[in-house]
Structures are given as C-alpha cells and as structure tokens.
C-alpha cells in the first residue's frame, strides 16, 4: 500500500577503484543491480593508490562495456569524500563488497564514518565463493607475470589487459 505516494525507487552507489574490474565486481554489480532500483557504478579516484594501471577513462570504459546488459546500471566516478558524492546523488545507499571476514573489519569503520557524514547505510553483500581470492592487484600480479586470467576479469577488461601489455617494452 503506497498511502497515496508514489514508490521512490532507491539508488544505491557502489564505489571502487576498479584498477581492473574483475568479475567479482561484475558480480557484486550484478546482484546489486537486482536489489535497487539504480545503482551508480563510481570510479573512485583513490589518493591512496597513487599510481593505478589503468587511467579513469580507461577504468569507466571497462566498466561500461562490462555491464551494459543491465539498464539501471550507470558508471561515473568522482574525486573526494564518497560522503560528499552519495549526498550529491541523493542516494539511499552505498554498496560494498565483501570476500573475506578482513574485509569487513577494515570496511566497517569506512561504513560507520560514512553514515555520520551522510547519514546513508552501507549494505554489505558477501562474495560469490568462486571470486572470494580475487582482487584487482592479484588480477595483474599474474597476468603480467603472464598468467592466464580470462576467468577473472570480464572480456572487454581482457582486452584493454591484452592491449597494455603489448604496449610495454619487453623486460630482460
């Protein structure tokens, strides 16, 4: 019963820096995109990692192209407090990731601070078990050790991959 309102449908923005996407952030994405009604994929520009692989153009285009089948799904990103940015979006909450208890400890703070700066929840969903080793910085350890990652990481990010490698000078 809507009391006479009309249902407001709930945005929620899940951040990242994405330095690649792997298809475990596909599948947080996806799953996320059945929960809420739209789902801001933001690229976060991280001060913390002062030198990704891949530039902010490079990282949204990867993204775009990896979940364009899904039509509530949008991909920006943005410099500054993730605070600030879900304000600015009005957005009801933030999405995050989780593949192993040591990410909760280290998410939970962020979350807590999050919501007495916006006053927005974060909503926590678990990692497919079969993405719970992956992240970003193992997806390029060994793919430019020349591993074979094209189970780890959607099709257009294996190609962007492919394509930087043969861009760098042979090592001796």
Known sequence: MTDGLIPRTVRAIY??????????????????AKCFGELIVAVVVNPQKRNPMFSLQEREAMLRASVAHLPNVR??????????YVKAEHADVIVKG??????????????????????????????????????????????????DVAVLVPEPVLRVMAAKRSSLPARS
């Open 98 to 147: 989780l593949r192993v208890v040591s990410d909760f400890e280290s998410e939970m703070s962020t979350a807590l601070m999050n919501r007495s700066l916006s006053d927005v929840d974060t909503f926590f969903l678990m990692s497919d078990q079969r993405y719970s080793f992956v992240s970003s910085s193992i997806v390029k350890e060994v793919f430019f050790l020349g591993g």
């Open 75 to 84: 991909v920006e990103h943005f410099r500054g407090l993730l605070a600030d």
């Open 15 to 32: 951040p990242g820096s994405f330095d690649p996407p792997t298809n475990g952030h596909c599948d947080v994405i996806e799953r996320a």
